[in-house]
């Protein structure tokens, strides 16, 4: 599903108007309809009071229209009419009256209003700023907002939540609405998934307001998000004339004394991943560890508690190279030997990205597409500090295009990156964050390169399963129990989930880790 800008939403706003040939103000009717149908299928006429904030624009005339359709429908409703601006939209005035016409008289709240009482079994519809936010609100608008966050009512919030921008980070928090369910018009946010500003999303849903299809598809966005039907497009599926040699060969180079546990769950993955063979690079103490604990892995060694040379005979398809590897001066040495002469694809992570930050000479030596997999803390070295997710975006965007390679940026919503597009995973859980995890990546990853996957579908689709797998752990794991070990055994349901159960339509849970 691609995620549009805020101009882009407006100009298939505008296209939409004039295609079908509508009015703006139909098309505000089908937003409030929409959002009138999510409820009333859910509340079935409850006798809830429901407070409705309107602001004065568009967002503030779909609260309206959707008030007028609760009261027809016998909701018990409240509205206030919240008065940030002496504006008013066009059809916020259209939909005013609509109300005045049915004697529905809204409160107007300003800076000397006294703020309203609420209910904790209440609930809240927020359509105070929508998409057309483009200041911080004033500090009483800040105040009623942090009224409604205190109350314990649920905030349904149209669109996105008041007084969240569309792109940039919120400069004073307390000024956000909290939302605990968000129904956006047709396509979600992009603020909806970073770990700055998706703290104020709960869960959110898209709403079809049939916008213009030729133009939804026919604009390129920035951002993607990344669900079953997205990976399914280039999935490739196994053929019956086909063995183990067409499934490539993964090399797994990394370990050090103590830290041979990460190579042994990349193995694995890249295994169950589907490599055809799997071949592990560590140092001697590693040797009976991995051949004992994964015994489809072949084992070659080098140096005897750390890596000291990279230097091997087979014709692997891919390396993943730098978990638990450490940086101790033989093993820098030796990777920058390697990486000079090396001309197969990569996917580093790890020490090898540590040591790639400190030495970025070394950048050069890598492989086009190869693909990089950095958590918060790796990603920092390798681009510099940022002031917010957005200066991140646009840094990793940088790098990528820079050194031409695949970044995968992890967190609660891992993103990819590659020429210019970002590729938000909606898959995984609070439960990933936990040691091994981003070793069990970069394997899955490895092991899709090796059978033939170029490096984006790869990235994509091994982010994609590595969540799904995480998923489906948790039902009889829990969050707090989940380990790496869990994700791989889970892999065989996640691939075959993308099969057996269509996409749902249900919401997705926004969650915020970073792992
Ligand atoms: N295509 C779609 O998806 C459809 C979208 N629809 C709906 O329209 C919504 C967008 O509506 P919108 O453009 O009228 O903007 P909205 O957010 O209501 O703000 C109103 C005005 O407030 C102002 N302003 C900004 N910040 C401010 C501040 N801090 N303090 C004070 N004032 C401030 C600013 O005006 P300014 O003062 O800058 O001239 C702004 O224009 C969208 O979210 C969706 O709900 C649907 O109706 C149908 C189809
Ligand atoms: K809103």
């Known amino acids: 599903m691609k995620v549009f800008t805020a101009q882009q939403i407006y100009n298939a706003d505008k296209a939409t108007i004039e ?23 859910r509340m079935q006429g409850a006798p809830v009071k429901i407070h409705l904030f309107c602001g004065i ?9 959707l008030a007028r359709q609760l009261w027809e429908h016998g909701y018990n409703i409240a509205v206030y009419v919240v008065k940030y601006s002496e504006k008013r939209s066009k059809d916020f005035l259209t939909n005013l009256d609509r109300l005045k016409d049915r ?12 703020l309203p009482s609420i209910g904790p079994d209440d609930i809240i519809v927020d359509a ?13 608008v800040s105040q009623l907002i942090q009224h409604l966050n205190k109350t314990k009512a649920f905030i349904l919030s149209v669109d996105i939540p008041s007084g969240l921008f569309t792109d940039s980070v919120p400069k004073d928090s307390a000024s956000v609405i909290q939302s605990n369910y968000v129904l956006s018009f047709q396509v979600p946010k992009l603020v909806f998934f970073l770990p700055q500003t998706g703290i104020y999303v709960e869960q959110w849903e898209v709403l079809d307001i049939g916008l213009d299809t030729a133009y939804l598809m026919e604009t390129e966005t920035e951002y993607e998000l990344i669900a079953k039907n997205e990976v399914l497009q280039f999935y490739r599926p196994r053929t019956k004339y086909s063995h183990k040699g067409t499934y490539g060969h993964s090399l797994i180079i990394g370990g050090s004394y103590g830290k041979i546990g990460a190579v042994t769950l990349a193995s694995k993955s890249a295994l169950k991943a589907g490599s055809g063979l799997v071949t592990a690079y560590v140092p001697e103490c590693g040797y009976q560890i991995v051949q004992t604990s994964v015994p489809e892995v072949m084992v070659l060694t080098n140096g005897e508690s750390l890596i000291e040379a990279i230097d091997f005979e087979i014709e692997p398809t891919v390396i993943g190279i730098g978990i638990g590897m450490g940086t101790e001066d033989k093993t820098v040495k030796a990777l920058e030997k390697f990486l000079k002469v090396n001309k197969m694809p990569l996917v580093v992570d790890a020490d090898a990205l540590n040591i790639l930050s400190k030495n970025q000479n070394l950048l050069q030596f890598l492989p086009k597409e190869s693909i990089l997999t950095p958590h918060p803390k790796e990603l920092e070295r390798l681009v510099g500090k940022w002031k917010d997710d957005f200066e991140k975006l646009k840094k990793v965007k940088e790098f990528s295009e820079k050194q031409n390679v695949v970044m995968v940026i992890k967190g609660a919503h891992t993103i990819t990156f590659f020429k210019g597009r970002g590729y938000i995973n909606t898959t995984g859980n609070p439960g990933m964050a936990t040691a091994g995890s981003g070793d069990t990546l970069t394997g899955i990853i490895t092991g899709l390169v090796a059978q033939g996957y170029p490096s984006l579908h790869a990235a994509i689709l091994g ?28 892999m065989g349901s996640a691939f075959i989930d993308l099969f057996t159960s269509p996409e749902k339509e249900a919401p997705v849970e926004v969650e915020t880790n970073e792992n």
């Open 103 to 114: 004697k529905i008289w809204p409160v107007y709240l300003d800076a000397d209003s006294e």
């Open 19 to 41: 295609r079908q040939q509508i009015s703006s103000d139909e098309l505000m009717e089908r937003a409030a309809t929409q959002i009138f149908n999510w409820m009333h299928l």
């Open 463 to 490: 982010v994609y399963i590595h969540g799904k797998s995480a998923d489906l752990s948790i039902a009889n794991k829990g969050y707090q129990a989940l380990t790496a070990t869990d994700i791989i055994e889970s």
């Open 128 to 140: 105070i700023f929508g998409i057309g936010l483009n200041r911080t609100p004033d500090d009483w």
């Open 57 to 65: 624009g568009n967002n503030g005339g779909d609260g309206l229209a």
